[in-house]
């Protein structure tokens, strides 16, 4: 295994950290394979992997369940455990110590490695605020009850900013991050933002929820064109690795074989382990998966402001996204679709037209806002 930084703490993550929100089951996604699941994460210990990560409804609740049974028997003083507080269950102060005694109590644990406000957003983090939420945390960590205070985020560049200069308290945040969202939510931009602050970044969804896995026949064109051979798994995940500002990849693992994967390509990484070639060539894997999709759209921003307020490339993405590679995409563009403030979805369009006028890819906007509604809702 390799290890990296995180920030400005001491700790040494391991390159890979399993992310237990695709944990194998049985059926249904509350019916986690406990034995199998139980044995992946441990194996994924034994290899050296020293970051687990669960949040309050992954498996709708069994997650964390499930991530206590695995550090029992001595895993638990292997490996950092990080969970987060599911914000939007957050009503009232009191509903800070609720949860987080759940959660501790799921867990089996005393303490927490690493804490986050599980996906802060714009709306989300003035109201996490105003109840105090923050200094729930510190009073939580200076009781040793937490270890380190984070956040994970979905939201767009700007409130990434605002939140990651907002708190002094905050040592590492959670973004979603790969070669194809490298201008969606925090992005590239956000990445280095938050590492040159000090903060350790864990990138989520390094795959895109599996999506990536599975090229279509252009994109698996470019990665055969290639001197040397790695499989579609392997580029994803060491394009990541290759960056200095990228504390940790957690993967979601749902068999044996993909943890065996994964733990080897992280054993064989490395920052700046992509050349200028290689790196160009997840460029041109990156245009080919975008060619694919149905809205043309090239994020040039030429169409914005709406007077309306439609933040109208981003619903073009999601959609573009989730009508693209379905499935778990599908379910987290819809998820990211309604957590948008009401002003900028597709539905808030006022048909006036002001945006056609000025995109260069000459895209019916008016024609295709519509139909990404529909999709979302
Ligand atoms: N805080 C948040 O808001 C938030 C949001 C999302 C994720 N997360 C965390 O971040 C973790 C990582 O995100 P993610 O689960 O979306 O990661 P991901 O790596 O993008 O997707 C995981 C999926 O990729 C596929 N996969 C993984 N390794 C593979 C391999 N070697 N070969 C083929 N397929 C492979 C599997 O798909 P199949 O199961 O279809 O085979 C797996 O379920 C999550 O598990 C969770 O802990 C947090
Ligand atoms: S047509 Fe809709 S999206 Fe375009 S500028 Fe007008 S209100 Fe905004
Ligand atoms: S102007 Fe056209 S291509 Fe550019 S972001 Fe707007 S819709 Fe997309």
């Known amino acids: 295994m390799k290890y990296r930084t995180f920030g400005k703490l001491p700790f040494k993550p391991s390159a890979l950290g399993f992310g237990c929100m695709r944990l194998p089951t ?3 996604a509350a019916e986690v394979d406990e034995p199998q699941a139980i044995e992946m994460i441990r194996w994924a210990i034994d290899q050296g992997v020293n970051y687990i990560d669960t949040a309050y409804p992954y498996h709708d609740g069994n997650s964390e369940r499930v991530v206590g049974k695995a550090l ?11 969970t987060k507080m599911p914000i939007w269950m957050v009503h009232e102060h ?9 959660q501790r109590a799921r867990l089996g644990v005393d303490r927490i490695d690493y804490y986050l406000l599980h996906c802060l957003q714009k709306g989300s983090w003035p109201a996490m605020r105003m109840l105090g939420a923050l200094e729930w945390l510190q009073e939580r960590k200076s009781r040793g009850h937490i270890g380190e205070i984070g956040f994970s985020f979905h939201d767009h560049l700007d409130v990434f900013k605002e939140i990651v200069d907002g708190f002094d308290g905050w040592t590492f945040c959670q973004i979603q991050y790969n070669f194809l969202n490298v201008e969606v939510q925090a992005g590239t931009e956000g990445l280095r933002y938050a590492a040159e602050r000090g903060l350790g970044v864990v990138v989520m969804e390094p795959l895109f929820g599996g999506a990536l896995a599975h090229p279509p026949p252009p994109v698996q064109a470019v990665w055969d064109r290639a001197s040397r051979r790695r499989s579609a798994v392997e580029w994803a995940l060491h394009w990541l690795w290759s960056q200095p500002e990228v504390s940790l990849v957690l993967s979601g693992m749902s068999a044996p074989e993909q943890v065996r994967e994964n733990v080897k390509a992280a054993s064989d ?3 700046g382990l992509l050349g200028e070639e290689e790196n160009a060539l997840v460029d041109e894997a990156r245009r080919a998966y975008k060619a694919l999709l149905a809205i043309p759209c090239t994020r040039c921003g030429y169409c914005l402001p709406c007077p309306h307020g439609v933040d109208i490339p981003t619903n073009f993405e999601l959609y573009n996204d989730a009508a693209y590679f379905g499935g778990n995409v599908l379910t987290l563009n819809r998820n990211l679709y309604r957590g ?11 048909n006036c037209g002001e945006c056609e006028e000025k995109c260069p890819q000459q895209i019916p906007i008016r024609e295709w806002l519509p139909r990404v509604h529909q999709k979302f809702s």
């Open 26 to 28: 049985l059926g249904k």
């Open 94 to 102: 009191q509903d800070l110590d609720r949860l987080f005694e759940e």
């Open 72 to 82: 029992a028997g001595g895993y638990r003083e292997r490996a950092a455990l990080a």
């Open 340 to 350: 948008m403030p009401k002003a900028e979805r597709a539905s808030a369009c006022e």
């Open 269 to 271: 990484s490395e920052i």
